[in-house]
């Protein structure tokens, strides 16, 4: 204590403190008093008893918890200049602070300070939003592509189209080219120093250097069939001209109108020889590489020091064979840190679970977890020389429901099948080969009809560009290519790939319809297969799939003969009750029977119904199966 402390309404006992120090004399000036770490109350040179604090212009306030985009600027906040950001969460005791400048994205734009999202198919310049506001231009399109859901996509192979395609605007088609379209035209005569081919498909495009006349297309300079030959790296597949694959190479002149042809591998690099810039060099000095690298996909040479790039971990590695870590039994990974026995598996997924109560992006997070250690443990086994087909098979893990999204847990639930998790190996810059058989080493990674009771959720690598592709037996069924994090294009095979389809998955999983499959996107899995359905077909319906029941068959999967042709036997719960309970004149359906024809339908119904009561009588509490895919009788 002070001496000469006061008593009465002051405490007598309290000696205020700064750290190890008293509280300085301060004359009662209360900034002086609060700068102090530990003086917080005080009058003239006296503590101040708690119960006398109440009103005494003396004590000195709590410090300000600066708010979001605000800084401390002589002990107190103030509001960031525009186009500066800040967190929130800055004391005003503890001394000044600075904002940062916000930097806009390229696919964003300058307004009022702020940066604001473009609209789709548009782009901004991005920067500095300190500065004046900006606007956001149309992306456009290169040549050979085509716009999609307001994306530029490449144009599938032996198609064409003009570059300046606006991906702002609606959608755009790629074009067959005018010979391949009219093969055999009905007239072929010289016009001028040109030909003019006359076809009976008038809706014919012309493309390249062909121009429209007279209901057919001219070409200004050709005056023979000459012009209709494949050129230089084209090849021929079912009379059409189709382009080399990356890595090989072909000769003008090819008849498409002639047998299949298939163009040349470029020479693979030698030893210590790598890809750059398209083409072979010698490595770096004290690096080497395995002969074998492919143009033009570049690549790196290795340090003299590391297994094909890699540091084996000692303890678990038999040696460095053929430039990959050979692991011990129960080992794997590409330097061998992975522990792939069972039990080893089991405590990766025990410890990536966690979170009892796991939010999305905790279940996220955990397929991450799952997926990085499977990618991996691919990446050793292909290392070895297996094939990615039978490496994707032998480092795929299995898990449960509970592993996956919201959305996934129900419809994999319903199939009743083992969920596992499998990956692809990054192939942004490989062409696929399906065109030439499903088992071909670019084909078919898994095969849906080979273990019907797990369904395998193969995750296409996340660089953009990189694909995977499904069969069943020696039917292709779907490729997916990776546009973005939650973004794919998706392809159905049909003596060739079809056009492509966008899916956007931000919302969770969506059902795709493919070759009489329902593939679940997200990643890639054959949620309903031939298989599944028994006497039927697999079909999209809202948010889960149902099984299209051949004439005499019924159940879930139509694997039950059906016992009558009444309506009363078909199960209406997700359908909105019957409408009728007899004859069904042949096989029952939904729309036969029921008051509505789709599950998704009679939920779209359900939504628009407020009041409970409502609720009840529409009969929207007897389904077993609801919006998202999310039963309502397990809560699953």
């Known amino acids: 204590m002070f001496a000469g402390a006061h008593t009465g309404g002051l405490d007598p006992t309290c000696t205020p403190t700064c750290g190890a120090a008293l509280c300085p004399p301060h004359n009662g000036d209360k900034t002086a008093c609060c700068a102090e770490q530990g003086c917080a109350y005080a009058a003239g040179n006296d503590c101040i008893a708690e119960g006398d604090l109440a009103g005494n212009p003396n004590l000195c306030n709590a410090p300000t918890t600066c708010a979001e985009n605000e800084h401390v600027s ?7 200049a525009a186009g500066k950001v800040r967190p929130a969460g800055d004391k005003s005791d503890g001394g000044d602070t600075e904002c ?5 994205s390229q696919k964003e734009k300058i307004s009022s300070n702020t940066c604001v999202a473009c609209p789709a198919g548009k782009t901004g310049t991005g920067g500095d939003a300190t500065g004046a506001d900006t606007t956001c231009t149309a992306t456009l399109c290169l040549e050979n592509q085509r716009v999609l859901s307001n994306l530029c996509r490449d144009c599938a192979s032996g198609k064409s189209s003009s570059a300046g395609a606006d991906a702002s605007g609606t959608d755009t088609t790629c074009q067959e080219p005018v010979c391949n379209a009219c093969p055999v035209p009905l007239d072929m005569k010289a016009v001028g120093v040109g030909t003019k081919v006359v076809c009976e498909d008038t809706s014919i495009q012309c493309v390249g250097e062909w121009v429209a006349y007279g ?3 001219y070409h200004p300079t050709c005056t023979t069939l000459s012009c209709c030959s494949c050129a230089e790296n084209e090849r021929v597949w079912k009379n059409k001209c189709l382009p080399c694959r990356r890595g090989t190479v072909s000769a003008a002149g090819a008849d498409p109108a002639g047998a299949d042809t298939s163009c040349t591998k470029i020479a693979p690099c030698l030893e210590n020889q790598h890809v750059s810039s398209g083409q072979c060099e010698a490595c770096p000095s004290g690096k080497h590489k395995a002969a074998g690298d492919q143009p033009p996909i570049n690549s790196e040479c290795w340090d003299a020091s590391t297994c094909g790039g890699d540091v084996c971990v000692e303890a678990n590695t038999v040696s460095c064979k053929d430039h990959a870590c050979e692991c011990k039994s129960g ?4 330097t061998c840190d992975k522990d792939i026995t069972p039990s080893g598996v089991q405590k990766l997924i025990r410890e990536a679970r966690k979170n009892p109560f796991p939010t999305n992006a905790d279940i996220l997070q955990r397929q991450n ?5 499977v990618k991996d443990t691919l990446k050793q086994k292909l290392k070895e020389g297996a094939s990615v087909k039978d490496a994707i098979s032998e480092t795929k893990i299995t898990v449960e429901t509970q592993d996956l999204p919201q959305k996934a847990q129900a419809l994999v639930a319903k199939s009743a099948k083992i969920p596992v998790i499998a ?11 399906c065109d030439e058989g499903f088992d071909t080493p670019g084909c078919a990674m898994v095969d849906l009809s080979s273990n019907t009771e797990e369904i395998v959720i193969l995750t296409t690598d996340p660089a953009p560009g990189s694909w995977s592709i499904l069969s069943a037996g020696s039917a292709i069924v779907s490729k997916q290519t990776r546009v973005s994090e939650f973004v794919y294009a998706m392809q159905c095979w049909n003596d060739g790939w079809g056009d492509e389809e966008i899916v956007d998955t931000t919302g969770g999983a969506e059902l795709y319809e493919c070759n009489s499959n329902v593939v679940l996107i997200g990643s890639q899995a054959g949620i309903c297969t031939p298989n599944t359905c028994v006497h039927g077909n697999c079909t999209v319906d809202g948010t889960t799939y149902v099984c299209s029941c051949d004439a005499g068959y019924t159940g879930d999967n139509c694997e039950l003969t059906a016992p009558s042709s009444m309506c009363y036997d078909f199960d209406c719960s997700n359908y909105g009750g019957h409408k009728t309970l007899g004859h069904c004149g042949g096989a029952c359906t939904a729309s036969i029977c029921c008051n509505y ?40």
Do not use: Q, W
């Open 331 to 334: 080992y794997g990974g590409s």
């Open 74 to 80: 002589g002990g107190a906040c103030k509001a960031c």
């Open 215 to 217: 209901g057919g297309c």
């Open 369 to 373: 977890t799952i997926k990085t250690f």
């Open 100 to 104: 940062t400048t916000l930097v806009c």
């Open 423 to 433: 990956v692809a190996p990054e192939n942004k810059d490989e062409d696929d080969t």
């Open 597 to 636: 024809g789709s599950i998704s339908a009679f939920d779209t119904h359900c939504g628009t119904l407020s009041a409970a009561a409502d609720y009840v009588e529409a009969r929207c509490c007897h389904r077993s199966v609801c919006l998202d895919g999310v039963s309502i009788l397990t809560g699953s």
